[in-house]
């Protein structure tokens, strides 16, 4: 590894657990029922995860509120690519790839699905590539952990859990489907 490399690489400190794959589970039973009170058993439902760990979230959740409600529940992707040199301190300037969303949002009431929200930015670019995709009857968000830091006029319409961070934190969510792992880690940067 070139000694350029090795300066730029930040070193993150573990620093605990926040959420189990077992808390992770019941969270998201409890919105999945959450989300069928707010829009009436959820007929009109379509769950859109923001790529990459919102699409697992989406999925489970719908497959949860098909058993609750006992109807099949639309999922869909976002493919949100985002250019940044580091975590914590450069900004992150989420853009939108092209792409199928893999169902017909229109006239829909549409839950968009994401883990970590933090400044905002992701959901708002979310917001203008789920339009150009079509125009939904609503938009709903749900975040596994809201962490605060908000750069944006954005809030969570459902929310696993609120945690209140540093800056120098990062929250560390790892799903089964895309980590081979379960559980949510608050971590630092190291001096
Ligand atoms: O509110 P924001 O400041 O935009 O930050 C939140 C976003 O950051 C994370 O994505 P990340 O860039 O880590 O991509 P990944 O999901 O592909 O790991 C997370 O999954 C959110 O999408
Ligand atoms: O702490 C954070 C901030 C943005 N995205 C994450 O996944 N974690």
Do not use: W
């Not at 905002?120 to 150009?132: E, K, M, N, Q, V």
């Not at 596994?144 to 859990?161: K, M, N, S, Y």
Request: aromatic share 4%; with cysteine.
């Amino acid at each position: 590894m070139s000694e350029s490399t090795a300066t730029s690489t930040p070193k993150l400190r573990q620093k605990g657990r926040l959420m189990s794959a077992s808390e992770i589970e019941r969270t998201l039973v409890r919105l999945a029922h959450e989300i069928v009170e707010k829009n009436d058993g959820g007929r009109n439902l379509g769950l859109v995860g923001i790529k990459r760990r919102g699409v697992p979230l989406a999925q489970r959740l719908a497959a949860l509120i098909a058993k609750i409600e006992k109807h099949p529940i639309d999922t869909g992707v976002l493919d949100i690519s985002f250019y940044r040199d580091d975590l914590s301190t450069a900004g992150p300037r989420p853009t939108v790839t092209a792409g199928e969303l893999g169902f017909d949002i229109a006239g829909r009431d549409i839950v968009l699905c994401d883990d970590v929200l933090y400044t905002g930015r992701t959901i708002r670019a979310a917001l203008d590539a789920l339009f150009s995709h079509g125009r939904p009857r609503s938009v709903q968000l749900l975040v596994l952990i809201d962490r605060g830091h908000r750069e944006l006029p954005i809030q969570a319409t459902f929310t696993g859990r609120t945690i209140p961070t540093s800056r120098r934190e990062i929250i560390e969510v790892k799903l089964n489907e895309i980590d081979s792992d379960e559980q949510v880690l608050l971590v630092e940067l190291a001096d």
